[in-house]
């Protein structure tokens, strides 16, 4: 970023080295704070004018303006040619826009870092709380302080930051630090009375300070505030009535009252959780089983935590069933291997190594019951061995274009019976939490040719019902995901938007933030299909970087490149194909399939067609139709017979559908595709 941006204080720019940059007459910086009020939309000249002459405008006040823009653009860029057209305060239709990053504006900074500060555990969020609060040189444009047209960005901008000083001490309490807590808190309450939780942070800090006295105090002190202070005199300020209850119910905690806990700041809630734990530590003997089973439990709710937790639950969860398999206890194993049911949506394994292992232990767990073993038990084992059982085993993948009948590989006939008997035992069970997991288990199995949208529809559809009717909020999510994707595969898109729609409501009220990610997906995916490409285009970068930070790699490994074939892929089989584009991206797992069509677009038809005798079939998961497109492209471009026809015999089961069962991308219908296939075949 070449230039800064200050609303919060004086307003002001910087350059790149952070020197000040000499912006004027207050007129001048007027204008500038105006624009940036704006956030990037066009001000018109005649509403400069009204906002900068309240009282009326002067004859040349348009003139004036002109004058003030054209002064402020050779402060901000010093170095733009002569008649060479700003780049940061542009001239837009009737007025004015300041084009510039997020990041490059102290206030939208602020806002970035404080969003990510509530989603973040208490000791990260302290780092964050303090680089959010750290961006305020002093009261929003501080040098227009009677301004109109900066009434509501000021009143916001201010709410946030008082919102923010609570939840800093806040996550402050959370990690033990009451009494840095005390000392912002003090403060805040003197400068801001009317601010309910605010006293109540206090009072809490005080008394983990081993300051109880002083804590019971402050509530008086408190309700003296609260009383005085008008309802509505500032941002967040409460009415009296309503502080006197927060805090009564501050004052039943300080004194071992029952006050109603529900409504305790989260910092509270931490340090009951430290408590808890610490009392966990003392009182449970190491080598408990019990010790087994509460890891299970917590890996598998940190897991829907977010991208952090899904990382740490993935590393220790193996560490967690070797720890129970070496125990001998083989119900123990078998319990602790099933305990894990956490939803799981893509194909692809985030470690195949990993997953191998966990198919392999509870395969033996199973193995080790019997058949007359707990069935809940063995349910949830064959669950386990369904899940996990994701894609293909490269060493049974067959290549694409090898002759007669497709084979059905052991480990995947291992996989079906096992998703068929889980799904089979759960029903007989009438368990619906075991009845969600087998079905998630039935949903990762139901790849076995192309063309099973409609299936995965209703096994979303079943999923959705029961989670609904019982109260399983990860599941209900995993449902509508699972329809979500089919849906698109079907070209059912109004059906599909309501789901996205869905998907995030629960994701949000249930604290799933993964949810988001396949949603965003979609909607890159939707756009394309109503506005084109080009409109698509910012929508699937966005969607690629909320991906490559999502702790799911068997997703973000090689998205970029199924991205750069959605314009490729979607022409007709003229459309060419640069080498030079897909040089710089990272293939990951689709490498097999993607080098064929690089060499065929280079010209290298021979060694395309020598790498199309041995590309692998596209493994059975949600890209598998898109991969086969791409093979019947370039086998059609090389005549490469063999594969051709292979392709062409297994889109044909997908004829009525489109290439967009990913969720992610979409090549267009498949029946196009077949037609392109069955034409160079001379069908």
């Keep these: 970023m070449d230039v800064e941006f200050g609303l919060l204080g004086p307003v002001a720019a910087w350059g790149a080295d952070g020197s000040d940059l000499p912006l004027g007459a207050p007129r001048h910086r007027e204008v500038l704070g105006r624009l940036l009020v704006a956030h990037g939309r066009v001000v018109a000249v005649d509403r400069l004018v009204a906002d900068l002459w309240e009282d009326g405008a002067p004859a040349g006040a348009v003139g004036a303006v002109r004058t003030f823009v054209a002064a402020l653009r050779r402060a901000l860029e010093p170095g733009r040619a002569p008649r060479r057209p700003s780049r940061l305060l542009v001239t837009d239709g009737p007025g004015y826009a300041l084009r510039t990053e997020r990041g490059a504006v102290d206030a939208w900074r602020f806002e970035d870092i404080a969003a990510r500060a509530a989603d973040a555990p208490p000791r990260a969020a302290v780092a964050l709380w303090d680089e959010a609060l750290a961006c305020w040189r002093g009261p929003v444009l501080a040098d227009f302080p009677g301004a109109a047209w900066a009434g509501a960005e000021r009143a916001r901008l201010e709410a946030l930051r008082l919102d923010a000083v609570e939840r800093h001490a806040d996550a402050l309490l959370a990690t033990g630090a009451a009494r840095a807590a005390v000392a912002a808190l003090r403060a805040h309450v003197a400068a801001h009375p009317g601010r309910e939780d605010g006293w109540v942070l206090l009072a809490t800090a005080l008394d983990r300070a081993g300051r109880h006295g002083e804590a019971l105090t402050t509530l008086n002190r408190a309700r003296a505030a609260l009383a005085e202070a008008e309802p509505g005199t500032n941002a967040g300020t409460r009415t009296a009535a309503a502080g006197r209850g927060a805090l009564a119910r501050a004052e039943a905690r300080l004194t071992g009252g029952a006050g109603d806990r529900a409504i305790e700041p989260a910092g509270i809630a931490d340090g009951v959780w430290d408590r808890a734990t610490a009392a966990w530590g003392r009182s449970v003997p190491a080598r408990s089983q019990a010790r087994l089973h509460a890891t299970a439990g917590l890996l598998r709710d940190l897991a829907v935590t977010g991208a952090d937790g899904l990382r740490e639950a993935h590393r220790h969860r193996r560490d967690l069933v070797a720890a129970a398999e070496s125990t001998g206890d083989t119900e123990l194993a078998a319990r602790i291997i099933g305990s894990y049911d956490v939803p799981a949506v893509w194909t692809r394994a985030d470690d195949p190594d990993d997953a191998g292992e966990l198919v392999r232990a509870a ?321």
Excluded: K
């Design 363 to 683: 395969a033996r767990a199973a193995a080790r019951l019997g058949p007359d073993g707990p069935p809940a038990l063995r349910t949830r084992l064959l669950s386990v061995v369904a899940v996990e059982s994701r894609g293909d085993a490269a060493a049974d993948t067959a290549p694409a274009g090898a002759a007669g009948p497709p084979v059905v590989e052991p480990w995947r006939q291992r996989a079906e019976r096992a998703a068929e008997e889980s799904v089979r035992l759960a029903r007989r069970l009438g368990d619906p939490g075991l009845l969600a997991f087998a079905l998630n288990g039935a949903y990762m199995q139901s790849f076995g040719h192309c063309g099973s949208a409609g299936r995965r529809d209703g096994i979303g559809g079943e999923l959705t019902r029961l989670a609904v009717d019982h109260q399983l909020p990860g599941h209900e999510v995993l449902g509508r995901i699972v329809r979500l994707q089919a849906l698109a595969g079907l070209g059912e898109l109004t059906a599909a938007d309501a789901e996205a729609e869905e998907i995030d409501r629960l994701a949000h009220r249930n604290e799933r933030p993964l949810a988001g990610v396949f949603t965003t997906w979609y909607r890159a995916l939707r756009t394309c299909e109503t506005d084109g490409w080009r409109a698509a285009r910012p929508l699937y970068a966005n969607a690629l970087a909320e991906t490559a930070d999502c702790g799911m790699p068997g997703l973000a490994q090689g998205a970029a490149v199924l991205v750069a074939l959605v314009p490729v892929m979607r022409g007709d089989a003229n459309t060419p194909v640069d080498p030079d584009e897909f040089g710089h991206l990272d293939a990951g797992p689709y490498r097999p399939w993607l080098d064929p069509l690089l060499l065929a677009a280079s010209g290298a038809v021979g060694q395309a067609r020598q790498a199309l005798a041995t590309v692998p079939r596209p493994p059975h998961d949600l890209l598998q139709e898109a991969l086969w497109c791409v093979l019947a492209r370039t086998a059609a471009s090389v005549g490469h017979l063999p594969v051709l026809r292979r392709a062409r015999d297994e889109l044909a089961a997908a004829r009525g559908e489109f290439v967009a069962g990913s969720g992610l991308v979409s090549f267009g219908s498949v029946a196009r595709h077949l037609s392109e296939a069955e034409a160079a075949l001379g069908a």
